[in-house]
């Protein structure tokens, strides 16, 4: 009998030793590793550079809607889906795949007639439906925008322009920004009577993507549009910003 409950408690023990060994383990494996500090025996040299890279944009993004209004709320809206199918066609048949093409505004609004000392005066209702519309190829959006403006579109903004694939050339604004870097230090140890020894880190701080200025077409505008609209790409520039940090002995 003493042998049995001896045995039972080794069993005992034993188990709670594997328990506490375990969860010992995963609180080991839960703590942060240590970031690694490299140490120098000469002068460490902060510096910040930045590389750049032009593009022609490939990608026009233009919003593209109708306005309509009417004394009813569903006079409204089924004019605006009349003639909003009929420019959802008309980029269709321009070849303007379903997938660059998306909804970005639908709105309905009452519209009032306010005199002095009186109570406003419902007057009808105005519905909006906007679509975005990525173009991609810029040579082509301008007639496409006339096209529909002809199938009844009358707000137009835009265009963005962007670059569809930008890594290229942000990997190239890299490669300038570390030889920039690099020529930097070298600058600066030459000045201190010193030598480059090694680059310790290298990180990428800022990339800067072209801001794009939006011009918005009026529906006056666009309804004079039919002499010919013309999108110009021109260039943008990509940069690329790194941190570096170098050894000088």
């Not at 505008?221 to 520039?237: C, F, L, M, N, Y």
């Amino acid at each position: 009998m003493r042998r049995a409950l001896r045995r039972r408690s080794t069993q005992a023990l034993t188990a709670a030793l594997m328990i506490g060994a375990a969860a010992f383990a995963s609180a080991a494996q839960a703590q942060p590793t240590a970031a690694i500090a490299q140490t120098i025996s000469g002068t460490r040299l902060d510096v910040s550079a930045t590389g750049e890279a032009t593009r022609v944009p490939d990608i026009a993004i233009v919003n593209a809607g109708v306005v309509t209004r009417a004394a009813t709320a569903r006079a409204a809206l089924e004019q605006n889906a009349a003639r909003m199918e009929r420019v959802r066609n008309a980029l269709r048949r321009a070849g303007i795949a379903d997938r660059d093409i998306q909804t970005s505004n639908i709105s309905l609004n009452p519209e009032y007639r306010y005199v002095e000392n009186r109570a406003p005066q419902l007057t009808g209702y105005t519905a909006s439906n906007q679509v975005s519309v990525r173009f991609r190829d810029i040579a082509k959006t301008g007639d496409i925008l006339d096209a529909l403006v002809a199938e009844g579109a009358n707000q137009i903004n835009g265009p963005s322009l962007t670059i569809d694939e930008p890594e290229e050339a942000l990997n190239e604004a890299r490669t300038k920004a570390l030889a920039a870097g690099r020529a930097r230090a070298e600058l600066y140890a030459r000045a201190l009577n010193m030598r480059v020894v090694r680059l310790l880190s290298v990180s990428e701080g800022v990339r800067d993507y072209p801001r794009p200025m939006e011009v918005m077409m009026s529906a006056a505008d666009a309804r004079g549009a039919a002499v010919g609209t013309k999108i110009d790409p021109g260039e943008q520039k990509l940069s690329v910003t790194l941190g570096m940090v170098f050894e000088l002995q």
